[in-house]
Structure formats: C-alpha cells, structure tokens
C-alpha cells in the first residue's frame, strides 16, 4: 500500500513545483562527510492548504539549512525528506499512525507536521514506544501537554511550535477586552463553532476567556463537519442581540459560511479562527465576502516580528507564488522553524540518540520567523511548547479589508494587516497607524450607536462594519 502512496506524493509534490528539489536533499557533501539525517513529515498534504504550506515551508528550511551547510556555515550532517513525506488524509487517524511508523522504520530520526488533533493524537503513543522526536506544528490540544507532564520519560519526545487551545483562549481574552471591547463597543458575542476536538474544546474555553475579558457570550452554535446548515445557524446568529459573531474553523474552510454571511448582511462583525481564512487565495474563493472579517494568524508578509519573518515570507512568495497556497500560512511559518530548531539540537547533541536531541531541544532559545521560541520546562503546565509573551511567542490578528468601495469588484486588491496587538501593526513605531486605526474605531462606535437609535434597520451595522475595516485598510495604504 505505501510504495503507491509513495509515487501519488512525489506526483504530487512535482505538481506543486518541489519534487525536484526535495528529491535532490538526500545527497551528501561529498567524500568523508556524514550521510544527510532523514527527518519525516506528516500532515493533511492533499485536502488542505495548511498541509501543503507546510511541504512548502519545509523545502525552504532544507534548502537554507543544506546550503549552510555546504558553505561551512553550519556543521554537517545535512537533512533530507526524500521519500518520507506522508498525508494523513486530515481525520484518518489510523492513517497517520501507519504513517509514523513507517517513516520511523524508513530511518526518520524525528517526524514534524500534524494538523487536526485526532491525528496528531493517533501517532502519540507510536512516538513514546519508538522514542522518536516529534515537533507538532499545526495542532493545539493542550492534552499533548499534559501527557508531556504527567508522563515525561514516555512522552517528553513531543515539541509543540504553536500555543495550545488554553493559552489561545487566553489570547482571544486579550484580543477580546482591547480590540473589541475597548477600541469597537463590542459587548456580546454569539460563537459558532466547528464539531471538531478543537472547535468544542476552544468553544469551552472561550466560555470562561470572554467572561474574564468582560463580554458576555450570549449563545454558542456548534456545527457538523458533514453538510453544515449555515443558512439555519446564521439565522439564529442574526436573531441574537450579540455584537459580534465570533468563528472557530480548522477543518471548515468556511467559503461557503463567509459567502452567506456577506449576502444576508449580517449585522455584526464576524472575528475569529479560521484557517484556511488566512490564506491570500481567500479574498478570490470568497469573491472578496472575506471583506472585514478578523482572523489570528502568526504573521503576515509586512509583519517584522523577528528580522527572519519578511525574508521567510518573501522567499516562499518568490518560489511558490503562482501556485496556491501562494502565500505561507501558519503552518509554513512553523514548519520552516522547527527544522532549524531540530537542527540545531542535532549539532548540539553531536548525535542522533533521541533522549540526547530531546534534552538539547529543551535548551533551545532560538529567533525564528513567528518570534523567539523557549519551550516551556517540564514542570511547567504546558511543558515543551513555546513561551506565550509578546516577547517570545504571540498570536497576531489580521484583518481583511479593502480600500475599495466595493470589495465584490474584480479589481478590488485585498489587504492583509495586523490590527492586533498594536506592538505588530505595520508602522507601529510610528503613533499616526495607532491613531488612525482608533479613529476607525471611534467612528465605528458612534455609526453602531446611531443605527441603534434608528431602530436597527437591516444591513445598518453590517455598513459600519464594513467602513471600518475599509477605513483601516486606507490606514495602511497612506
């Protein structure tokens, strides 16, 4: 079964423009050098856009880290994906356990990606019995954590590059009690959430995070990942007396969710998680109805959070530009850094004994593209996932808008910008972006409480909402 798997990928990684190049990592320097290291991947590399920007950033990292290498700018061995990139087919849990094992037997010396939690959830206990390093880069559940904890000597194999589900909460918290409490008058949410491990487990949390931030969460939807009824939902969204809808999608791509909620005009800004929403094919698969909405993400291509993040950016836009994803989502971002943090542990370990790369990658304090990553101690709660400070690690929201009267106008150009935290906003040491996007918000509050005095008329707010985010987006254009 895996050598038809094996020639599907490398068709499908030729097709994305990188299997010549992945093909080539397996060579060596040359005579007297160490064999290249074998490091797998596995991740939802067919169905979803996360996946195959998470391919995308690992090529980058093994052309970078090779071409250090053979420039005597980093010590050998080199690393190498040749042959040892899988799909775990996104809920196939039994697939990406096979796959682990399998790469594990093929001489993978760790194994990065995963995605959906059921997966990564799947492969865990293979990892603790064949002591193989594992740096998750993609998903959340804080179980993984706990297991770290509670069960070090079988389970401290597992790295996370990502925060997790409790730590999210928090910083939806503080997005919540500054963005749009404080700067938009947003005082109610009404959430809507994916059926998903993650979308019921953040949905719990968030229960509790928004309380804290003081907004009250007047009612939460959860929907099936087979055949949702978003007609049905949004309804029941609209009939609320929530400001805001907040969204939580991983698995969904939410098209057909935006779509409907531009159309019917939904009278609230729509702010949230949605995965492939980060994805700069979005404005064109919405038809621009991505228009206003607020998603997190770890950066984006004018968002210098470390002096890596630009370059990263516009190295993956240069090579892989005309395909989709063309531009490097989350997973890119991680991805590409966890290779650089596993190679570094390898030099410093002077060995491939895992319990030896484990113990120097908890040494690790390394500037990557989405901030500086520690991973956080063994007695920590959250052991072996990344230090959450605005100085080390912090999730950044991203709005798009368009300057555009219309953002359903073909020649409409989207614009992506950080709105959240402030630290981030593009031009941020300047005090003009900050006092532009306060005025936006200023003038949203007032325009939501004039529509109230008028006795809410259809499609009111949904205006507001949309100048604001138009006006943000000219905030960034001047």
């Known amino acids: 079964m895996y050598s038809d798997v094996r020639l599907s990928r490398r068709a499908f990684l030729k097709a994305l423009g990188i299997g010549a190049s992945i093909a080539t990592l397996g060579r060596t320097l040359g005579w007297g050098q160490p064999p290249p290291v074998k490091v797998g991947l596995i991740g939802p590399i067919n169905l979803l856009d996360v996946g195959r920007a998470m391919v995308r950033g690992a090529q980058l990292a093994l052309d970078e880290i090779n071409g250090l290498v053979s420039d005597g700018k980093l010590p050998p061995p080199k690393l190498t994906m040749d042959g040892l990139i899988r799909d775990d087919e996104v809920l196939r849990g039994d697939i990406a356990k096979a796959a682990f094992e399998e790469l594990s037997a093929l001489g993978a010396v760790a194994i990065v990606g995963g995605f959906i939690d059921e997966t990564v959830a799947a492969m865990l206990p293979s990892m603790a019995r064949l002591r193989k390093p594992y740096l998750d880069t993609g998903s959340s559940s804080p179980e993984f954590n706990k297991l770290v904890k509670e069960k070090y000597d079988q389970y401290k194999y597992y790295f996370r590059l990502m925060i997790n589900d409790n730590v999210m909460g928090q910083d939806i918290g503080n997005m919540a009690a500054g963005l749009m409490l404080k700067d938009m008058g947003i005082e109610k949410v009404a959430l809507v959430a994916e059926a998903s491990a993650f979308g019921q487990n ?83 698969n919405t ?192």
């Open 287 to 478: 038809g621009g109805r991505v228009m206003g909405h607020v998603y997190v993400d770890v950066a984006t291509g004018e968002t210098p959070i470390t002096p890596k993040t630009r370059p990263f950016y516009q190295a993956y836009v240069e090579q892989f530009g005309d395909s989709p994803p063309s531009r490097p989502l989350f997973t890119a971002f991680t991805t590409y850094d966890a290779l650089f943090i596993f190679k570094g542990a390898l030099d410093r370990a002077g060995s491939t004994d895992p319990d030896k790369i484990v113990a120097e990658l908890e040494k690790t304090d390394y500037v990557g593209t989405v901030g500086r990553i520690k991973f956080r101690d063994r007695n920590d709660p959250y052991p072996h996932e990344p230090i959450y400070d605005p100085e080390y690690v912090v999730a950044k929201w991203v709005l798009w808008g368009t300057t555009a009267k219309n953002p359903l106008d073909p020649k409409a150009q989207p614009v992506r910008v950080v709105v959240w935290p402030p630290k981030f906003r593009l031009k941020a040491d300047s005090s003009d972006i900050n006092e532009c996007i306060n005025k936006a918000c200023e003038e949203y509050r007032k325009s939501v409480a004039a529509w109230k005095q008028q006795g809410r008329p259809k499609g009111g707010r949904f205006a507001a909402w949309h100048n604001w985010a138009r006006a943000i987006a000219q905030c960034f254009a001047s």
């Open 202 to 284: 953040l949905a719990r949390i968030l229960q509790e995070q928004l309380a804290k931030a003081g907004l009250q969460l007047v009612k939460v939807f959860n929907f099936s990942l087979q055949n949702p009824d978003f007609a049905s939902i949004l309804q029941q969204v609209s009939d609320t007396d929530a400001d805001a809808m907040m969204l939580v999608l991983a698995f969904d791509p939410g098209i057909s969710l935006v779509g409907q909620t531009y159309e019917m005009k939904l009278d609230m800004p729509v702010i949230g998680i949605n995965a492939e929403g980060q994805s700069f094919e979005y404005w064109k």
